[in-house]
């Protein structure tokens, strides 16, 4: 079974994702690190030296790789989407069809309090009412995940609890 999660920057895709991959004894994968690994370079450093649409071709390589090999390889997997892979239409529907697709939503602020500190390596988030415009255009898309975890005010051992749940009961 292939799992991923989506959402907004600073929802907690990693940190769950982590968490719920131990309790369920499967693999993790974290999108982002992988594209890192792939390129040699940080997300921020292949923005900068080759733009926003180099980047998405590459995460949508990445993943559509990732689901290949585990479903040739037959093992189970939790992938940590990056906050923008949804909205990426060529691979949207290979998500929705090939992996359990959970929506952890955060509200906006909840997500920049998480990410307080770290602006410079999210290229992204210029400004306040860029994550905003960020934040609403992508909502449409995370929508169409199966599952939605509502996060606000949960801790991470709570979030992956009810994503573990979740989990059990579409099996």
Do not use: N
């Amino acid at each position: 079974m292939i799992v991923s999660l989506t959402g907004f920057m600073g929802c907690g895709k990693s940190t769950v994702g982590r968490a719920l991959a131990e309790k369920l004894g499967w693999e993790f994968v974290d999108l982002d690190a992988y594209v890192e690994h792939k390129k040699g370079f940080s997300i921020r450093e292949i923005f900068e030296r080759e733009g926003e649409e180099s980047f998405r071709a590459v995460e949508s390589e990445c993943i559509r790789d990732i689901i290949v090999m585990h479903q040739i390889a037959g093992g189970d997997v939790v992938i940590a989407l990056g906050g923008g892979t949804l909205s990426i239409h060529s691979v949207q529907p290979i998500i929705l069809e090939q992996t359990v697709c959970i929506w952890l939503r955060r509200s906006l602020r909840s997500c920049l309090e998480e990410i307080a500190g770290e602006e410079d390596s999210r290229p992204l988030l210029r400004s306040i009412p860029a994550a905003e415009t960020l934040f609403v255009s992508r909502e449409a898309d995370y929508s169409k995940a199966g599952i939605i975890i509502d996060c606000d005010g949960k801790t991470y051992d709570r979030i992956t609890e009810e994503a573990f749940s979740s989990i059990k009961a579409s099996r």
